[in-house]
Structure formats: C-alpha cells, structure tokens
C-alpha cells in the first residue's frame, strides 16, 4: 500500500467565494470592485447599495464562510484528512490574491480549490477560473512560486449538496398554514443571468437553450420534487424560476422572475408557495433581499402564504461531501478509478473545464482547465 496521504498530490484547499461588505463604508467600495471596467457611475453604485444599507451594509456571506471554513475544518480533522483550508474572494477581503500569496509562502504548490457556486455558467465557473489567473499572474510577476490549481467539479447533484435541500423542503411545507399545505406548490429559485450565457453553459457539446446551466437546475428541482413527494404522498405542481436580475432591460434573461411567478399562481390558485434557493450555497444577500424581503412583500401583499427553505450553508452532509470530492480528485489525480456520487439523471460532472466551456465575451486567460496557462 502506498504511504501517500489519501488527499495527495493536493496539499491545500482553497475555499474560493465572491466576497461581500462587513459595513456601510464598505458598499460602495465592493461595488466598485464587482463592477470594475463596466464604467457605472458611483451615483448608480449607491443607489444600487440600498440592498446592503438594509441591512447595516454587512452582507451574510463572509460570516457564512466562516461557518463553511470552521465545518470543512472540523470534517477534515475528524475523518484524519490533514489538509489545510484556506479561503479567499474574488471582490472583497480576504482576496484571493493575498490568500494565494499567503498559500504560497506557506510552501503550497497544489491547490484545489471550492468555489461557492455549484453550477456550470460564465459568473458560477469560468469567471472564477478567470479570476484565478490573474492572482496567479500576479503572483508570477512578483516572483513568487506559481501554484497548480485545480478545481472541484460542479457539486449541485452530489448527495451531500442536494439532500439537506430536500429536507429544508420538508421543513419549509411544515411551515405553511396547514390548510395549505397539501397543494402547495414548490418554486425553486436560482440567480437569473443572460440567456445567450445559460444558452452557452457547460461544454460546447451541450449548448442551446438554455446549455447546462438551465438543465442542471431542473435536474435538481425534479429529483427534490421527486423525493419531496415520496416523503409527503403529495404530487406538488413545480417549477425552476429566476432571482436577482441587474442587466439592462434590453437584454434578454432568464424568466420568469419569483415575483411574477407569485402572481401567475396566485392568479391560479394555488393556495400557498415553498421557494427552494437550489441555486445557492448560503443565505447570503440575495437570499436575505430578493427572497426573504422583495418575493415575501409580494407574497403579502397578494394574501398567498409562503416559506422560505433553508439553503445548505454550512450543513455537515455538504462539508462531508466536499471532503469526498476532495478525496475523490485526488484519486483520480492518482489515476485511480474512485466511485463519483450524483443524483438526479445528468451523472457527475467533468474534473477539467473543457475549452469552449461557458466561453467569455471576450476571451481571457482562466485557470484549472484544459485551456487555463498555469497547467
């Protein structure tokens, strides 16, 4: 047998995020960051803010790491996985770069990394890959070693992702008036995005309609619908919708909005709502505004009772997924065959981004893919 530890060649894991502001003076700032090189004037940046100054102008997301951070830790140490984690953003402190940086003098060279969007799309995936270059250029350039980075495949029908979802599911109908909650519908949100973006998701093969991005969100509503009425006897009306536009109206998005889905089944009849956020990690701020504050206004103001469920957060069958993952890459690295766990009908998704995948506008270096510079 070999002596090698069973996460090798991998010696750190990166817990990438988006990142959010830990106060008012920070919003406009982060926004900045986000925005950078779309020319949006910082009048518009602080109108735009009002989401945040909601709420103190702190977002939900760092602390929601931090929970992430400390549960993959605690897994990580009990199941004898001596892997340190890191963590860092793409738009606010900690930044990737300085984490980079800090992995690297560390003496870290193989980097795997997590990011904090389960499925395939230019701003979940390749936008994040992009982001990775450039910390590593930068790196490059001041002379520093340049880590292998690799990243984890599409987690959004691993076992470990979907299953606490079916349960905040069930948590949520219990919430409901009980005279509604036997034909309750189910609406299962995700982030909208451009549709000529969902329409080239995932590997070129696959794009159209709505690529993988659109298919893989179904996948995952239909298996917690399924499992959702295996548990309750209860065959509910369903559907994927939308969250969380910021585009100009002339171009096309996904829809419909969760808003106006309220009102269509509402207009049908339907006697109550369960809004599933399957596109999200955590409760961050378009969980906490969209959902909780501007779909729940709607929600009132039409008399249609609804519930929220949970998302997965730091959930410990999601921290035990992501050690699987891990081990299960590693393996693989080793060329190996490992058992690759998924739900649902789309099978796991691929280890390495393949060129064309969830192509850019305009073209830009992106790591741990088959195109990335750094392989």
């Known amino acids: 047998m070999s002596d090698q530890p069973a996460h090798a060649p991998y010696d750190a894991l990166l817990l990438l995020s988006f990142g959010g502001p830990e106060g008012p003076d920070d919003v406009v700032p982060f926004l900045e960051n986000v925005t950078r090189g779309r020319g949006i004037p910082r009048e518009r940046l602080k109108e735009v803010g009002q989401h945040y100054f909601l709420f103190g102008g702190v977002s939900p997301i760092n602390d929601q790491n931090r929970e992430l951070l400390r549960a993959l830790r605690e897994e990580f140490a009990a199941s004898g996985v001596d892997l340190p984690v890191y963590w860092g953003n793409r738009n606010w402190a900690p930044y990737l770069t300085d984490t980079l940086r800090e992995l690297v003098r560390d003496g870290h060279r193989r980097v795997l990394t997590l990011a904090t969007s389960a499925y395939a799309s230019y701003s979940g995936c390749r936008q994040y890959r992009e982001n990775l270059a450039d910390a590593l250029a930068a ?32 948590a949520a109908l219990a919430e409901l008036p009980e005279e509604a909650r036997a034909a309750a519908h189910l609406a299962f949100t995700t982030h909208s995005i451009p549709t000529a973006a969902a329409d080239t998701s995932g590997p070129a093969e696959g794009h159209g309609d709505g690529g993988a991005y659109v298919a893989q969100h179904l996948d995952v509503a239909r298996t917690i619908a399924d499992a959702v009425r295996e548990e309750t006897g209860t065959d509910r009306p369903w559907r994927l919708v939308y969250q969380s536009r910021s585009g100009a109206p002339h171009i096309p998005w ?74 299960e890459r590693a393996a693989t690295e080793r060329a190996e065959r490992p058992e690759r766990c998924a739900l649902g009908a789309l099978g796991p998704s691929h280890d390495l981004c393949p060129v064309g995948c969830c192509p850019a506008r305009a073209p830009r270096p992106a790591a741990a893919g088959a195109d990335s510079p750094y392989a």
């Open 139 to 170: 790196l490059e350039a001041e002379g520093l070693p340049v880590p292998r980075v690799d990243k984890l495949r599409h987690y959004f029908n691993h076992p470990g992702f979907v299953r606490p979802m079916i349960d905040a599911t069930l």
């Open 254 to 327: 996904l829809e419909p909005d969760i808003c106006d889905h309220l009102e269509a089944v509402h207009a049908e009849g339907a006697p109550a709502v369960v809004m599933v956020p399957i596109g999200f990690v955590s409760d961050h701020m378009e969980v906490k505004y969209d959902l909780d504050t501007e779909a729940k206004a709607k929600a009132v103001e039409l008399g249609l009772p609804v519930a929220r469920a949970a998302t997965v957060g730091a959930d410990p069958r999601f921290a035990a997924a992501v050690r699987e993952l891990v081990l």
